[in-house]
Each structure stands twice: as C-alpha cells, then as structure tokens.
C-alpha cells in the first residue's frame, strides 16, 4: 500500500503496461490488490462504494501455461514499452518487470507474472515452481490461480484515471467470487504483513458488490460444478466464519487494521466489519 500521491504513477504504469500486453490482454487476468480498485469502474458497482480504495504498488498477471504466441513476443513487447526484467539473485527469474528507470534494483512499482501451479495444489516446502510460459517469459507457479483464469470479466480499462487508453481497451478481471476464493485459500502460505492487506481487498471487493450478492451466489454455483476441487469451496467456506466469527476475530481487526494504517481512509471499525461479512456469508448460503 502507499500514499495517495502515488497512485497516480501506478495507474500510469498500469496504462502503459496494458499497452505492452497487445493482444495478450485476452489471455492474461489481473491479479491481486489493484482488482477491487478496478471494479469500481464496473456497470453496477462504483455507486454502491462505501469506502475509498486501498492504495497499491501491485501490477500482478495470471497467466495461462504456455502461454500462446500473439504475433510478437511478450517478452520483447514489454521491452518495447520500456520494462525492463528486474534482476534476481533466484534463477530462474521470478517473471518480473519494471520501469527501466528503476535501473537493476527492484522499484516501488512493477510487473509479476503469475500462473496455475500444476499437479499437487499445495506448496511444498520453500522451493519456488518458475517454468517458462513463452521463450523468455517466466512466470512463478503458485496454487489455485487457476479460479482467476475462470469465466473472468470483461472491462473497459480506458476509464481509470490516469491510464491513458484508448476507449475499449478491454482488460480481464477475475469474477469477484473467484478473487475472494483464491485470496482466502492463499492465505496459510501468505506471510503475516500481508494477511491484514488481504482481508481488507476481499472486504473491499465484497461491499462493492453488496448490491449483487446474488450474482456472487450464481457465480460460487459455477465454480462448485467446475472442475476444481471440492474440498477448496470447504475449506473457504470454514475459513471465512472462522475469520468473521465476531468483531473481535481475526478477520475484522485486520481488515480495520488495514484501515488505519492507510492515509487515505476512513478509520473503519471491526462491528462494522463484522456484520458486512455475516450478512455477505448468509446471502451466499455459507452462514446461518
């Protein structure tokens, strides 16, 4: 998260960086905190916002592997538009970019390519999965990524402030069911400074969506009777009423803590929290 002032310069990153993707937009969803910012800017969902948007510095990818050639080279795409790959001591590398002008060091602002982990869903130790998703292109392999790439939705980026896109440059977003699903599934291999900022995208994402709970139900529906495992819909499911059992549980003191610790926001106090999400867990059939 950063301070409001920055978030300029990384919605101008994130214009440039859809200009890079080309046509690779129709295969590569965005990942991670920008996601709830994005669907602000949804039909139906930025008037029933209740809160301003978390800043982030987080220009994260999903991928499928391999990733199918579109003309050019992704790779030599985003060099043309002036990223260049950040240097890791890892090999393989990691699957990211940045800004040139950050030279060799890892900036403030850059470009993560992820993808499903295949096989085993679960990580396994400390050692990272990186295969090589088109010539050049890294991408890190981690668990349940797979629900992002999952029936995504369709927008107009070239209305986010600051982006400089063409009118209908169409970005993939995940469906929000299944950014809350993966985001709560993450969460036991997520390190401890980044399970607060976590809790409060998925906050976020589902008071956005308050007024269409319904469709987050019909699209829970359709990833229980996709292919994916049952046990992960069990697992979220047990995991959302732990974390939202009461105001004073973990999930809202560290969405509140998320809060606080935002220069941009409004305190937000854990009650609250609290019975957003009751309310969100009953409207899905997971809470009585």
């Known amino acids: 998260m950063s301070k409001q002032g920055d978030m300029r310069e990384t919605l101008q990153e994130f214009g440039k960086c859809v200009r890079a993707l080309g046509a690779y937009r129709q295969q590569t ?33 999903t991928l499928p592997n391999p990733l199918e050639r579109k003309g050019e080279l992704l790779h030599d795409r985003l060099i043309n538009f002036d990223f260049v790959p950040v240097l890791e001591r890892t090999q393989p590398h990691l699957g990211r970019y940045q800004p040139a002008r950050y030279d060799k060091t890892l900036g403030p602002i850059h470009i993560e390519f992820l993808t499903p982990r295949k096989g085993s869903s679960e990580v396994h130790g400390r050692k990272m999965t990186v295969p090589t998703v088109q010539q050049e292109l890294n991408a890190q392999a981690l668990p349940y990524l797979g629900l992002l790439l999952y029936s995504p939705l369709t927008f107009d980026a070239s209305v986010v402030p600051h982006s400089g896109l063409d009118k209908k440059t169409s970005v993939l977003l995940p469906g929000p069911m299944a950014f809350v699903l993966q985001k709560t599934l993450a969460r036991k291999n997520r390190p401890t400074n980044k399970k607060s900022s976590d809790q409060a995208h998925i906050y976020d994402a589902v008071a956005l969506w308050h007024n269409q709970w319904s469709a987050l139900s019909a699209e829970l529906q359709a990833l229980e ?6 046990i992960w819909f069990k ?25 606080r610790d935002s220069a941009t926001t409004p305190r937000l106090h854990e009650k609250t929290v609290h019975r957003a999400m009751q309310r969100f867990l009953r409207a899905i059939r997971w809470q009585i």
């Open 29 to 61: 969803v965005l990942t991670g905190g920008l996601v709830p910012y994005m669907y602000r800017y949804l039909p139906g969902v930025k008037d029933s916002a209740t809160l301003p948007p978390l800043q982030t510095f987080d220009l994260d990818w």
């Open 225 to 230: 009777g996709a292919t994916f495992p049952k």
């Open 235 to 259: 697992r979220v499911r047990n995991e959302l009423v732990r974390l939202y059992s009461s105001p004073h549980a973990d999930g809202p003191v560290e969405v509140a803590s998320a809060y």
